[in-house]
T-cell receptor, first 114, second 111 residues
């Protein structure tokens, strides 16, 4: 247990569905992140939130919409996804403190888009 | 940003020490060496980090050479549950929020 939880752990959705991924951190951190990990590819940063404000959007398509209502919760809203969006979606959190900032990851949501 | 080089794969017998090397010859003075691992289909797990001194915690030890151009992660008594991909990354203030993992070292612990 890393103190970062993600739900659901597995999700299958059609291309016309709307779904949301949820992340919660119990570490008192002030930064949260969404990453995408596709099969056989390196980790890709998607979004960064600092103190609930989005500070990084790594050219992510608008069919992915993040939401950070407070510093403990992070959502990723999904709509009209494509099969190539199938991947492991990982949430992480950290306490911003320069180069010694350690990110702690959740277990991920395995998404399959049909 | 400093790049790291790791062997693609390593084997280790259960109960023995696993020594995972990493080269980071272009590391800058303000950059930290971090190690994470990822067990199949799980989220990456933080292991340890250091600047220039050797570090030890309940999971592993990190040995950094005096010139800081390379480091070794040591799992003192490897178990089957340590089978994973191990990533060595170099982080500075500008990259701390934008983790990028390379291909890492796939460690296989065997009976």
């Amino acid at each position: 247990e890393t103190g970062v939880t993600q739900t659901p752990r597995h999700l299958v959705m059609g291309m016309t569905n709307k779904k949301s991924l949820k992340c919660e951190q119990h570490l008192g951190h002030n930064a949260m992140y969404w990453y995408k990990q596709s099969a056989k590819k390196p980790l890709e940063l998607m979004f960064v939130y600092n103190f609930k404000e989005q500070t990084e959007n790594n050219s992510v398509p608008s069919r992915f919409s993040p939401e950070c209502p407070n510093s403990s919760h992070l959502f990723l809203h999904l709509h009209t996804l494509q099969p190539e969006d199938s991947a492991l979606y990982l949430c992480a959190s950290s306490q911003r403190q320069g180069a010694q900032e350690t990110q702690y990851f959740g277990p991920g949501t395995r998404l399959l888009v049909l | 940003d400093a790049k790291t080089t790791q062997p693609t794969s390593m084997d280790c017998a259960e109960g023995r020490a696993a020594n995972l090397p990493c080269n980071h010859s272009t590391i800058s003075g303000n950059e930290y060496v971090y190690w994470y691992r990822q067990i199949h289909s799980q989220g990456p797990q933080y292991i340890i980090h250091g600047l220039k001194n050797n570090e030890t915690n309940e999971m592993a030890s990190l040995i950094i050479t005096e010139d800081r151009k390379s480091s070794t992660l040591i799992l003192p008594h490897a178990t089957l549950r340590d089978t994973a991909v191990y990533y060595c990354i170099v982080i500075n203030t500008g990259t701390a929020s934008k983790l990028t993992f390379g291909t890492g070292t796939r460690l296989q612990v065997t009976l």
